[in-house]
């Protein structure tokens, strides 16, 4: 299948039938507005507008393209990779040799291999990635005017931030954020005795505390919080606004991958800062990758099933390889039998950790489309208001009941008793979380949906 066109190359008006670029006049009303008002819209377009037209345009970018199945794979791959190696660390006790090949090969991504080259090369890349980001942050500018002008004269540049923010930001974050943690590991739990004590981790001939390395130290500090409020908006944004949308990186909600994207920060800060204390660090992870699976497990921010039934699965995973290392780090310098034995019980339960995190991501996402289909199902609604026939227990819980207008009678339409049945349990949401503007944009997405499709009759829209 071809791919779409660009959005900025569709045109940017509603009226043209697309979705389009919504209008930002800062006219004055019919009745007149004084210049404060006007100065007002100004000022807000400022910064919310520009910041809200760079994520449109990026999410709009998003939605002409073709995903196919094996890079959704491909991308949940890499991430678990990187979360593993960052989790796994040899020098709390496993049984695996730091120097071997294998292990080289498997943690390439933690950049342990610049100590090889030199400290040249680590200040080459870092200020390579200076420029880039620097250069993508202008064109996010540019974006922000053509979208406020509503023109755009160029493509290319929506393409490149686009291709930057998929792969430093949501493909190889961690991998992003370990290099820019890199000039800021400094051996803050070292003693003073040792002479490592605010020494670079990576090259201990360098002072943090002096030049030339403080100056990269205070690069990458500046550089990493840029960078995480960049990842924290872009995450943000990626939320689906088309319930029936077969995409398989749709999002029903953002907050679960904002959540993720928060949890993997705080995981590559604690090799930063209490690396060195392996006890505390060790529970850290286990604490983190316990958080990061309940994320996947309780929230299943994926429309398509499957993709996150397979994130799930390797969350849970990698909480199953953080409980046992804080088994080995508890474990005496003696016990080199029962250190090998844990590697091995790691190794060989990754597997059946990662099936049954699946299973149960969608038993759970089953039970409970299930559980809310029912009360409605044996409820008579004449006796029971509708806010009180189903527990939601938040907002974003109505919205994953609501996927169960999903039911396709053939490609390309959905089944109509099923699309009912959904209708009737975000108008319960709407009942009973009525002051949240999230449940009624659910409401409202899925309202055009069913006129989309021509089958809103009636005064559906008055029940609204």
Known sequence: MAPAPSVASSGVSASSGGVGLPRIREDKDKEGDNNEGDAEVAQ??????AVFGVLFTLSQEKNTQDIFYHWILLKILLDVWQVY????TPQ?????DPDSMLWKGVSVLSFGWLADIGYGWYVGLLY???TLL??????????AVCFRNQKFDYVWPIKVVRGFSYVFLQVFDITSLNFLQLGISCNYTASASSGLF???QLFPQYSCSALPQLAQSLVSGVLLGVFVAVAMLVNMSEVEVNPTSKSPQALGHSGAEVTAFFIKVLMTLVSTFIGGWPKVASAAYLLLAFWLAWCNLRWVPHLVGWVGDLKSGCAVAMAGV??????VVALPDSAIDARHTLTLVMGIGLAPLFVAGSLLSWWRRAWFTSAALKAFRTTDPEKVKPQDIFGFWDARDVEIAARSCRVWADRYQLDKAAVTRAQELIKAGVARFSGSSYVNLVYANFLLVRCDLGWLVGGVFYDF
């Open 134 to 143: 620097g250069l993508n942050l202008a064109l996010c500018g540019w974006v």
């Open 92 to 96: 709390y006790g496993w049984d695996i």
């Open 44 to 49: 807000r377009f400022g910064f919310e507008g």
């Open 85 to 88: 190696t960052q989790i796994l």
């Open 198 to 200: 605010l020494r670079m």
């Open 322 to 327: 953080a409980a046992l290392q804080v088994a």
């Open 128 to 130: 390579t990635l200076a």
